[in-house]
């Protein structure tokens, strides 16, 4: 199952790359202090990775704000929104 599964909302989720993994909610959602590696090289074949990142950034949804999202992890996401913020 994709992290995506419950959320299709968007078009774009029927192409993103995780849509297809199986076992993704522990890749996508690893445990505290788990490893993203897997979900980063999954990532980075992606058709749809800005597409997933820039939802991420923008829903309020605290579903979101966890996880492997457009390549990032939940920190790199709020270090981006802490520069988006500051410009």
Not at 32 to 39: M, S
Not at 60 to 72: A, K, L, Q, S, V
Request: glycine residues 6%; proline residues 8%.
């Amino acid at each position: 199952m994709s992290p995506l599964d419950p959320y299709r909302t968007e078009p774009w989720m029927a192409d993103a790359a995780c849509a297809s993994t199986a076992g993704a909610g522990d890749t996508f959602y690893p445990e505290k202090n788990g490893h993203y590696d897997y979900a980063r090289r999954v990532c980075a074949t992606c058709p749809v990775k800005q597409a997933c990142l820039d939802y991420a950034l923008r829903t309020e949804d605290p579903t979101y704000r966890e996880g492997m999202w457009g390549g990032t992890t939940p920190r790199q996401r709020r270090q981006i929104t802490l520069e988006k913020d500051a410009a």
